[in-house]
């Protein structure tokens, strides 16, 4: 074995200039954050059809119902407020809907201890006012009336909270990254604290993390389990941005819609529900309730005041659970919860399939040693003690949302490409250089990283890299399209070239000797002027 590494060797160069000279470390470091917003939103239920009592009446319904006591505190006024501008530009609340003005409604939103939420446009003309015909929207945008508006709201009125969509701003063509930039300056002018949420219906850049507390991932969702099925298809290789307090949002919850709602669907079955509000928890993704309170049924009520859920989602560590396995139609998801690296972690297993799947789950895939306790959060339900493998069959469109508590937490060997943190990933289809998460139905978890390299900047970054003692290991990078191309590995500060890649295109493997310091090693794979490889993943053994 000894051989083949000195063999390898001959073919690395020690690199200076690299990818390595600005590595920082871009994980939750095991500190508490901010955790997702908690709430309520007038959009699903309402559209643009809101008013002073709607709003009062449902904020007075959150007190009631408990929902303000299980931690939902926002009140969120979503679109069609407005009125047109006065001549000066000043915004003007709809005189119908809101006769009284904003204010009184902000001022009974925090008598009741809660906070006040409020809806703009990065552009001229609010969604409502193309989707809905709410004549009210046109040029009501924050464009052109930042510092105006952002004075009006958060200094006159008192929100705490605002959504920024994008619908104007698309159809003027603007620049996502300047605009949010430049309305989060002006806000920040009356309040820094305000919560922001860019709503640009797409993973915006990882810029978006200066900006703002969440950002929509996803177009929006209804009450439909296909609807349901596509946001989370569209989060579940997005948790290496839910970081540092900030997080993927996965919209306004469509839970406690029996019959139509709304944004459309003919609503979820309580079954169907519970897999939303659980992975809406696991995948630490803002909890803003989006039915009519005042009709939603008792079940619903019940999950989504569910504590052991809740607190999954409230988890201080912030973290957003990643797809630990993915086999036939099943996904299992992980992540550490209570303390970084602990014996307790959260899991689900999600079947958003039309059939049964059936789940065989290594405890050592969840990093877990000997015996497990596993705990049924929905049922609030301890299932025993388990070793070696966790099986279930689960009916369509379900899923099994645990706590697991190992009798040992073990070193990991698998780093998948589709956890790394990718600077320079969008998904705005604006990515001149197309980095992507992608299938490969040869990769394990049947994803692959393609498209880094071609720049210093553009690398897959893995910033938990553990190690229980430090030393030496052999780190087997499974790659594909290696024709032509080079890889910078990057240990910490150390990055090597690895220019003996296979010269075709195939699925194939190289391994090479690696030092980790004791805890976490940064490691990052690029090519500062050519394209690395696609990543399918890497392992570690110790020497
Ligand atoms: C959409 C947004 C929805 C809702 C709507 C209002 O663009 O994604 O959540 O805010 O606009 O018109």
């Known amino acids: 074995m000894k051989n083949k590494f000195y063999v390898l060797a001959a073919t690395f160069s020690l690199l200076c200039a690299s990818c ?4 920082v470390n871009h994980s939750n470091s095991g500190k508490s954050v901010t955790p997702p917003l908690m709430g309520w939103s007038s959009w699903n239920a309402f559209r643009v059809d809101i008013s002073e009592d709607i709003i009062k009446n449902q904020a007075d319904l959150m007190v009631e119902k408990g929902l303000k006591d299980a931690g939902y505190l926002n009140v969120n006024i979503d679109d069609g407020f407005f009125n047109e501008r006065d001549s000066n530009g000043n915004m ?3 005189t119908t809907r809101f006769p009284n003005g904003m204010k ?6 925090h008598s009741l201890g809660m906070k006040a939420g409020i809806y703009t446009d990065a552009g001229n003309n609010t969604c409502g006012s193309m989707a809905d015909k709410d004549h009210a929207g046109v040029g009501a945008g924050i464009y052109g009336h930042e510092e105006q508006d952002a004075q009006l709201y958060f200094g006159d009125w008192g929100f705490d909270f605002i959504k920024i969509d994008y619908c104007g701003g698309s159809f003027l063509g603007l620049d996502e ?5 430049s309305i989060r300056k002006s806000i920040d002018k009356v309040n820094k604290d305000v919560s922001v949420n860019i709503c640009r219906w797409a993973f915006p850049g990882t810029w978006a993390e200066k900006i703002a507390n969440s950002w929509r991932i996803s177009g929006d969702i209804n009450a439909h389990w296909n609807s349901l099925k596509y946001v989370v298809g569209k989060n579940l290789y997005l948790s290496a941005y839910a970081r540092n307090g900030h997080y993927n949002d996965m ?20 079954t169907e529900e519970e897999v939303h509000f659980g992975l809406w928890c696991i995948m630490s993704s803002p909890l803003l309730i989006g039915c009519n309170l005042a009709t939603m049924p008792e079940s619903s009520l019940q999950l989504v005041t569910n504590k052991e859920l809740i607190a999954l989602n409230q988890d201080p560590l912030g973290r957003q659970a990643y797809v630990v396995q993915h086999e036939n139609e099943g996904y299992v998801l992980v992540k550490d919860i209570e303390q970084q690296r602990g014996n307790v972690r959260a899991v689900a297993l999600y079947n958003p399939s039309d059939t049964i799947c059936t789940f065989s789950v290594p405890f050592s895939t969840l990093e877990f040693g000997g015996n497990v306790k596993v705990r049924d959060l929905v049922k609030h ?6 070793s070696g493998t966790f099986e279930q069959t689960l009916p369509a469109h379900s899923g099994m949302f645990l706590r697991m508590e190992g009798e040992t937490r073990l070193e990991p060997t698998l780093y998948e490409a589709e956890w790394a943190y990718l600077p320079l990933y969008n998904d705005l289809g604006k990515n001149s250089k197309g980095i992507v998460y992608s299938y490969d139905g040869q990769a394990s978890g049947k994803m692959k990283v393609g498209f880094i390299g071609g720049q210093p900047e553009n690398y897959a970054e893995w910033s938990e890299v553990y190690s229980e003692k430090g030393g030496r290991y052999n780190m087997t990078i499974n790659y594909s399209f290696g024709k032509g191309r080079q890889l910078d590995l990057t240990v ?16 194939h493997q190289i391994t090479v000797p690696v030092e980790l310091k004791p805890g976490y090693n940064v490691i990052r794979m690029c090519n500062s002027y050519n394209w690395a490889p696609d990543i399918d993943n890497f392992t570690l053994t110790k020497e």
Do not use: W
């Open 20 to 23: 390595a000279e600005t590595q």
């Open 492 to 507: 910490n500060d150390i990055t090597t070239r690895i220019n003996s890649l296979a010269n075709d295109d195939n699925h």
């Open 92 to 94: 003007q609340a709809n």
């Open 381 to 386: 339900n301890d299932l025993g003690t388990f």
């Open 251 to 270: 919209d306004m919850m469509v839970i406690g819609f029996r019959d139509s709602c709304k944004v459309g669907g003919e609503g979820l079955t309580p």
């Open 104 to 109: 009184p409604v902000v001022d009974h939103i």
């Open 177 to 181: 990254e300047e605009r949010y930039t």
